[in-house]
């Protein structure tokens, strides 16, 4: 099993920034090489990608948030971080993490971003 715990959300005003962390745990997390992600759920809407990392350390980012958003990963904390910057009001979701290898998908429980002045 893994568990992924998201943090770092909250209320920013549009042009803002915030960053997402997602610490990771589990057994299997330790010995698989798992890739890591970020998606957005916004309301009323479906989950869509935001961006992935995998094992080796390669992004890939949705066309709404290049050069905007970074994400990154730590795999000494187990840890992978979404930077967002100049944020605006579509960007306000429930933001998830998730980890995947092979037949292994195990996401988080969310964390909120408001983007509203």
């Known amino acids: 099993q893994v568990q992924l715990v998201e943090s770092g959300g909250g209320l920013v005003q549009p042009g803002g920034s915030l960053r997402l962390s997602c610490v990771a745990s589990?057994?299997?997390?330790?010995?698989?090489?798992?890739?890591l992600g970020w998606y957005q759920q916004a309301p009323g809407k479906q989950r869509e990608l935001v961006a992935t990392?995998?094992?080796?350390?390669?992004?890939t980012y949705s066309d709404s948030v290049k050069g905007r958003f970074t994400i990154s990963r730590d795999t000494a904390k187990k840890t992978v971080y979404l930077q967002m910057t100049s944020l605006a009001p579509d960007a306000t979701a429930v933001y998830y993490c998730?980890?995947?290898?092979?037949?292994?998908?195990?996401w988080g429980q969310g964390t909120q971003v408001t983007v509203s002045s």
């Open positions: 998730n980890a995947h290898y092979g037949s292994y998908n195990y």
């Open positions: 589990g057994g299997i997390f330790t010995f698989l090489p798992m890739d």
């Open positions: 990392i995998t094992s080796g350390g390669t992004s």
